[in-house]
């Protein structure tokens, strides 16, 4: 199970991130492996197990929330309650307090401030990314610091690559661009989920003239990596994998 977590480097001093992938193979069911999501169809309890060995190997508590593709940010103030809150994004400045989010070809986002007194979370899903969940989540955190123009350093998680992430056109439209890729379906189209996500954040960056540092650019497809990655849109229903940052003390 040890090699289903791995640690993300290169974070200010006194933040600490993990991802979690499947795991070993071979994978025979839509679970298989280490899957986190209670919301699945799993069986609840090696779920919970699951999690609690995520927990008590990174030595943080995860945050979980109820994911709806929206752009509420959850404001993590003290530990987490029985219900998880409606959200797909969470902050926090709490030390052992870890913002995470769940994906399994959505992309996830993890946001730290250069100063490392802040951390935050994303689902970014085209709908979230359409309606600005990465733009709330970092104007949330930069309102929140003392000394905002220190600026941000941003990690881009695994996500359906942009060979395989084909749309509909409300899609497109919703990102309001005036061309994109077709597939080969007519009125389909190719789009880059994580290059839409990093031209948002560059854009908003800019705009508010704050330093952005932007890391683990993704180059893994989690549609066509079925021996790392669990998909929804592969294998419905799907497992989900779990991206968190925290404070270490």
Known sequence: MQTSISLIEGWPEG??????????????????????GLHVGDDPARVLA?????????????????????TDVHHITEPPHASPPKA????????????CVMAADCLPVLVSSLDGRWVGAAHAGWRGL??????????SMLL??????????????PCIGPEAFEVGPEVVAAFGLTTAKPSHRAGHFMLDLSGLAEARLQAW???QAIPLQIAGLPTDCTFTRA???????????????????????
């Open 227 to 249: 021996d790392q990655f669990y998909s929804h849109r592969r294998q419905a229903p799907s497992g989900r994998m779990a991206f968190l940052i925290w404070r270490k003390a």
């Open 144 to 157: 929140a610091q003392e000394d905002p123009r220190r600026g941000f350093r941003v990690w881009l998680g």
């Open 205 to 207: 960056a800019q705009a």
């Open 15 to 36: 933040v600490q991130a993990a991802w979690t992938s499947r795991g070993p193979g071979p994978h025979t069911d839509s679970y298989h492996g280490f899957n986190l």
């Open 50 to 70: 699951n999690r609690r060995t995520l927990g008590e190997t990174l030595g943080a508590q995860p945050v979980w929330l109820d994911q709806v593709h929206g």
């Open 130 to 139: 359409a309606a600005g969940v990465l733009e709330r989540l970092l104007q």
């Open 88 to 99: 797909d994004a969470a902050m926090t400045q709490l030390i052992g307090q870890a913002a």
